[in-house]
């Protein structure tokens, strides 16, 4: 890539990224919107001295949800033998 483009590109990227602090974005929304790679967001943002807002309430929600699928105690376990109602295997 000629370094005359790469400085165009890395030009908008910076631009990106000004208008999303503007506008409170994540880096998510403006990967989305522009489709420029994260890192090269993250790299912009980090030499203007900027801080993108980053998806932490999908990561709350997510830990509520994996607390709820998980039983708060050990479950107990009658034993290794069958319980009423199961028939033993028959030889034939």
Same mark, same amino acid.
């Given at each position: 890539?000629?370094?005359?483009? $790469? *400085? %165009?590109? &890395?030009? *908008? /990227? =910076?631009?990106?990224? /000004? ?6 974005? @994540? &880096?998510?929304?403006?990967?989305? %919107?522009?489709?420029? $790679?994260?890192? !090269? /967001? &993250?790299?912009? #943002? =980090? ?11 999908? $990561? ?13 105690? =050990?479950?107990? +376990? +009658?034993? !290794? @033998?069958?319980? #009423? ?8």
């Amino acid at each position: 890539m000629a370094p005359l483009l $790469r *400085k %165009q590109i &890395y030009g *908008k /990227i =910076k631009q990106a990224v /000004i208008t999303a602090f503007a506008s409170d974005q @994540t &880096y998510a929304a403006v990967q989305a %919107q522009h489709g420029f $790679r994260r890192a !090269s /967001i &993250y790299n912009a #943002a =980090k030499q203007l001295g900027l801080t993108l807002k980053r998806k932490r309430a999908e $990561r709350a929600d997510a830990s509520i949800a994996q607390s709820v699928e998980h039983p708060p105690c =050990k479950r107990k +376990v +009658v034993g !290794s @033998t069958p319980t #009423a109602g199961s028939t033993p295997p028959t030889n034939a």
